[in-house]
Structures are given as C-alpha cells and as structure tokens.
C-alpha cells in the first residue's frame, strides 16, 4: 500500500476517533430509549441489505435511511453510536472477503464524520423547528451522501492515480437519487412516528425496501458500463 494511501486512511481514522471521543464525551440521555432500540436494531438488520457498487468492492446500505432519521429524531452522540455500529455490522455481514483492521477502522471513522458534519450542520442551517423537518433532512442526506462518499473516493483515486471527481462521479455520483429517496422516507418516518407512535412508522419501511430492490437490479444491469 502506498505510503500516501496511508496518511490518508491514517488521517480519516483519527479525525474519525475525535468525532467518536466528542459523542462519548457528551454522552446522552436516551431520551426515547425504546424509539431509539428499535431503529438501532432495525439498522443493525438492514445492514445486510446492501448493493455491491460497480468497478469497486465498496457498498451502500439501508442503514443509512436510519443514520438519516437518528438525525432528526436523535442526539448527535447516538446518531454517531448508531451510523458506527451499523457500518462494523455492514462490512462484516456477509462479506465475500473477510474486511482487515484496517478497512473496518476507516469505514467506521467515515461514518462517524458523515453523520457528524451532516447533524451538525443540519441542525445549525435548519434549526430543530419541526416543521423545517423536509429543509433538515434534505441538507442532511446531502451532507452525509457528498462526505461519506468524498472520502471514499479519496481512497480510490490515491490507489488507481486517478483524479478525485472522476472516480466520485463514476463510482458515486449515479447513487445520489437513492439518499434523496432515503431523505424521503425518513421524513414520512419521523413525521408519523410524532402523530401515531414510533411503532407505526415501521408500515412504511417496505417502501424503502422496494427502492433498495429497484436500485439492486439497476445495478446489475448497469454495472458493465462502469467497468
């Protein structure tokens, strides 16, 4: 490996660690400990539904639909707890190479940076005015998609020699429809989970499910011109 891939791994794993350190130093409350239990083991379970990306041996998850809606309904500390947790189960769950150390620690240390910079700044452009809800969620997903994704390709474009917007727009940019529809979904969570109960919202998950399925198969199809 390059001593430039490195640095750059080395460099996402310890801001990632500060992210992590910040959200353990806080703590939090766990206001809403049965809510937050249950989306946490529903990101757990939706870990596994991934789709393999094209030209790479990366993936995407539903987990992120639930990182998007701890940040609306959550803390920042358990929107970190939950994005970290669900990725170590991401990269571990049925993978066809078992992840070295080092592969899981940068996975998880963009996650914790995604989800942090996207609560953050979600919350500071969009306030915590419910009915800024649609506003918060769409910067949020924006966030966490360019951030998380970013920094992946970083890794790409170091290790092929490629340009860094290349190798985003290639690998990453095609998928971007896909967190607005998460965005979507996580607002109509949120927002029912206010009115009928945190349980109800859960009817609306096969939705996303189905987006997942539909995203699947255009993978398939699409992934030899991405090759």
């Known amino acids: 490996m390059p001593s430039k891939v490195k640095f750059f791994i080395g460099l996402t794993v310890v801001v990632g660690a500060v992210f992590i350190s910040d ?25 596994s539904m991934k789709v393999c990306l094209p030209g790479i041996t990366g993936t995407i998850s539903v987990n992120f639909l639930f990182v998007l809606i701890a940040i609306a309904a959550f803390s920042y500390s358990e929107t970190i707890i939950l994005a970290c947790i669900a990725c170590v189960v991401q ?3 049925k993978a066809k190479r078992r992840p070295k150390w080092f592969q899981v620690s940068f996975n998880v240390a963009t996650l914790a940076i ?7 700044a979600a919350h500071a452009l969009a306030g915590n005015d419910k009915q800024n809800l649609p506003v918060l969620l769409s910067v949020a997903a924006c966030l966490y998609f360019t951030s998380n994704t970013l920094l992946v390709s970083g890794v790409l474009a170091l290790v092929d020699g490629k340009p860094l917007l290349d190798v985003w727009k290639q690998c990453y940019l095609w998928s971007f429809p896909y967190y607005l529809a998460g965005a979507v979904v996580a607002c109509l969570v ?13 009817l609306i998950l096969p939705v996303m499910y189905m987006i997942y399925k539909f995203y ?3 993978v398939e199809r699409l992934g030899p011109a991405f090759r």
């Not at 130093?25 to 870990?47: E, H, K, N, P, V």
Request: hydrophobic content about 45%; overall charge positive.
């Open 216 to 218: 699947r198969i255009c």
């Open 91 to 93: 990269c571990a769950w």
């Open 190 to 202: 949120v927002t029912c989970g206010e009115t009928a109960g945190w349980a109800a919202p859960m």
């Open 23 to 47: 959200c353990l130093a806080r703590g939090s409350s766990f206001r809403d400990l049965s809510a937050f239990l249950c989306y946490f083991a529903l990101a757990l379970l939706t870990s």
């Open 114 to 120: 995604s989800s942090g910079i996207a609560y953050r």
